[in-house]
């Protein structure tokens, strides 16, 4: 028998508070849903390490929490070792993708790093996922928004790729 591999994805934002934890938790409930929980293992990460330790912002988990959502996962930094242990690492915006790519210790783990909004199938005015941090109400509900709709295409994408 043999036992199929999980496919690791790892969410990156600036500090791990807002977008990527609410990435991590989108993208778990679609798994979840579509029975696939034990195919994939799902996290996130920030690239700025001040918010370590912290649950997701206030207003993130409230926003959330009207969707459906508990956020409920502990901010953390990226480090290089992320790229030997995730397959996708995915980045909220072109700063983060930039600077993902620089952290990449080869070629081919730099090509694990993609961009979010590359799988949006209904938002595709977009080309990120705005930083919520200094925004208002309706900044967190465009976040979960696009993320929705980007989490969905990145998993049919998946799915349909390997
Ligand atoms: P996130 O939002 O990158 O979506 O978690 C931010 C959270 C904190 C800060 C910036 C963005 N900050 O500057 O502390």
Redesign the pocket.
Known sequence: MTTKKKHKILFV????????PAAQAVMQQIVDEAGASADFYIDSA?L?S??AGQLP?RRMRVHANRRGYTLDHRARPVHTSDFFDFDTIVA?DGSNYRQLCQMAPSPEDERKVVRMMDFCRVATRYDHVP???YEGAEGFELVLDLLQDACRGLFEEINNNG
């Open positions: 934002c600036l500090g791990n508070i807002c977008r990527s920030g700025y001040g918010h912002d909220m930083d919520p941090y």
